[in-house]
């Protein structure tokens, strides 16, 4: 004879402490046991936590065989890796915030436009009708650069930079620079003139301060400050870089968990999905203003994630997202489909062995980790091997 749904309840005494929530694991991770209550009590409803072929003796030995009362089949446990993964949400944009400022007297006439993307040499903006152009560094310009009598006259981290640049744009020969990359050389000087000639201007060899900005890499125009007409000192415009972020407010407590390098699964706002890797996690919490990101309003930790494929995330700027963090891993755990786990009416869990003669025994459990990705759960329990079979409901 089959076993009724009503020989597996969920007791009384658990569903009140089920409602009750005292003892509940804390929140963030409270949804992965009622995953696994929900399962279990639609399968209780549906009559599916039956013995398929036998009756239970109270040693938990199966004896005889009869029909089932609904459709089961046979799933394999498994010795495996399981991860259990945190969704939060997200802001997807680019990376890198930066104001770019005026430096020399004049008058603005040219702008770029709004998600205009401008690269190494190419133009930022105009200053009485010059060009101001943009060259790759972290060191801002502060200063004329111009040859001294000897190379060593004018040296810095700035002249190192212009000299990177110059090479990188094929103006500089990298031979001739290579002994001393901080100095303004006669070389330095020949391939402003070169950057000068390819911009149409005076062929000095002196960068004047504001002739040139400095930034991290190619940027992309965020806002505009500054009008056309207006003086070309101060803020004139923001930008930030071309590479594509993924930026989240974790809860702190989930910090320790997750670390640079792991993988993510990020939900676009269409509804698609690409991966990601996290690149950095912040030590310092701070308390959100409001809900975003974060789980529960608590102190969160900022982390950056960098998809893996920028094409895939099109070009939406500042848009929500949903990111799926891997913030535990459990290593050679036996492992079965959740929905092999059977309620038992004195509490606990087990799954339903089927012997290789064809007879059915019950096997306690303990539940552990539960990974969404896989609908696997991880199981502890005497009697139970990789390699068996358990029944689970048949798709």
Do not use: C
Not at 57 to 79: E, F, I, K, Q, Y
Not at 275 to 283: D, I, M, N, P, R
Not at 372 to 391: E, I, R, W, Y
């Amino acid at each position: 004879m089959a076993i009724s749904a009503g020989t597996v309840p969920i007791t009384s005494e658990r569903a009140e402490f089920a409602t009750s929530g005292e003892g509940l694991p804390p929140p963030r991770r409270r949804w992965r046991r009622w995953v696994i209550v929900a399962v279990v009590l639609v399968l209780l409803g549906a009559g599916a936590l039956v013995v398929a072929g036998g009756v239970f003796a109270d040693d938990g030995a199966s004896t005889g065989s009869s029909a089932n009362v609904s459709a089961t089949t046979l799933a394999t446990v498994t010795r495996q890796s399981l991860s259990e993964t945190t969704q939060v949400n997200g802001v997807l944009g680019y990376a890198g915030s930066y104001t770019v400022l005026g430096r020399a007297p004049g008058t603005v006439t040219w702008l770029p436009k709004l998600g205009q993307v401008i690269r190494q040499a190419q133009v930022l903006y105009w200053v009485d009708g010059t060009p101001v152009v943009l060259l790759y560094g972290p060191t801002p310009a502060y200063r004329a650069l111009a040859q001294g009598a000897t190379a060593a006259d004018v040296t810095g981290n700035d002249v190192a930079e212009l000299n990177h640049d110059l090479v990188a744009l094929g103006y500089v020969h990298k031979s001739d620079v290579d002994a001393a990359w901080d100095q303004f050389h006669w070389a330095t000087r020949a391939g402003v003139k070169k950057l000068q000639k390819h911009l149409g201007v005076d062929q000095s060899g002196t960068l004047l301060l504001g002739d040139v900005v400095f930034l991290p890499s190619a940027v992309r125009v965020t806002a505009l400050q500054a009008a056309l007409g207006g003086p070309a000192s101060g803020p004139l415009l923001h930008a930030s870089l071309t590479a594509r972020t993924v930026t989240v407010a974790l809860a702190a407590d989930l910090q320790s968990e997750v670390k640079a390098g792991d993988k993510v699964t990020i939900t676009l706002p269409d509804g698609r999905t690409t991966l990601g890797t996290v690149t950095a996690v912040g030590t310092v919490a701070t308390v959100p203003s409001n809900n975003s990101g974060g789980s529960d309003g608590g102190p969160t930790v900022p982390v950056t994630i960098r998809p893996t494929d920028a094409a895939a995330t099109g070009s939406w700027d500042q848009a929500p997202v949903e990111v799926a963090i891997v913030d535990h891993t459990v290593r050679d755990v036996l492992a079965v489909p959740v929905f092999a786990l059977l309620a038992q009416s004195g509490g606990g869990y087990a799954v339903e062995v089927v012997n290789p003669d064809g007879t059915h025994h019950l096997v306690p459990v303990s539940p552990g980790l539960f990974d969404d990705a896989t609908g696997l759960v991880q199981v502890s329990g005497s009697g139970l091997a990789p390699g068996q079979h358990v029944v689970v409901p048949a798709s």
